[in-house]
């Protein structure tokens, strides 16, 4: 079993459309929580970033974290056609590294 | 502002040829990693390096050697290429990895073993 399970997708959703996007793990040290956007043939960034339990609003996304259930989510309100990207939890311990997930492919389509 | 470089871009070997992936970054960062990304399999740490002049193996190490030439530069070396190895190859830094969550990346190598 991955230490960080996330569903490949692709999903396809119309603009507007409320998207969430999950990850569970396995892992009860990880305390560190952070989603990454990869637009094709570019490398990942940085999106949002969770310590601990809790949510967290940025804009349009907002990052959950429930460490009672080894999950966490990103949701995406109005989402647009420049949100169409892969996305890539990744969690970490008290370390140095970073876990990934497999990623997500979505596409928002006008 | 270049953050993190990488060369070469695109590389084709043929099975048993060696080369090595350069990174550089001037972001002034302690920490720098390897990871290889193959589709289905996501990122995967190879190599990483809190620190000059120290390097830890990540979860795919076989086959690859690293040097951490100084604070900037971080090398990835396939001694004898395997077709295992066809892969997207990304070099990152960050300031205090995991803590901060902020790994920056490059655009990425793109390998074929043959």
């Known amino acids: 079993q991955k230490e960080v399970e996330q569903d490949p997708g692709p999903l396809s959703v119309p603009e507007g459309a409320i998207v969430s996007l999950n990850c569970t793990y396995s892992?009860?040290?990880?305390?560190?929580f952070m989603w990454y956007r990869q637009y094709s043939r570019k490398g990942p960034e940085l999106l949002m970033y969770?310590?601990?339990?809790g949510n967290k609003e940025d804009g349009r996304f907002t990052a959950q974290v429930d460490k009672s259930s080894k999950y966490i989510s990103l949701f995406i309100r109005d989402s647009q056609p420049s949100d169409s990207a892969t996305y890539l939890c990744?969690?970490?311990?008290?370390?140095?590294?970073?876990?990934f997930g497999t990623g997500t492919r979505l596409q928002v389509f006008p | 502002n270049a953050g993190v470089t990488q060369t070469p871009k695109f590389q084709v070997l043929k099975t048993g040829q060696s080369m090595t992936l350069q990174c550089a970054q001037d972001?002034?960062?302690?920490?720098m990693y390897w990871y290889r990304q193959d589709p289905g399999m996501g990122l995967r740490l190879i190599y990483y390096?809190?620190?000059?002049?120290?390097?830890d193996k990540g979860e795919v190490p076989n086959g690859y050697n690293v040097s951490r030439l100084n604070k900037r530069e971080f090398s990835l070396r396939l001694e004898s290429a395997a077709p295992s190895q066809t892969s997207v190859y990304f070099c990152?830094?960050?300031?205090?990895?995991?803590?901060?969550?902020?790994?920056?990346f490059g655009e990425g190598s793109r390998l074929t073993v043959l």
């Open positions: 990152a830094s960050s300031s205090s990895g995991g803590l901060t969550g902020e790994l920056f």
């Open positions: 892992n009860s040290a990880f305390q560190y």
């Open positions: 969770t310590y601990s339990s």
């Open positions: 990744a969690m970490s311990a008290d370390t140095d590294k970073l876990i």
């Open positions: 972001m002034n960062h302690n920490s």
């Open positions: 390096s809190a620190s000059e002049g120290t390097t």
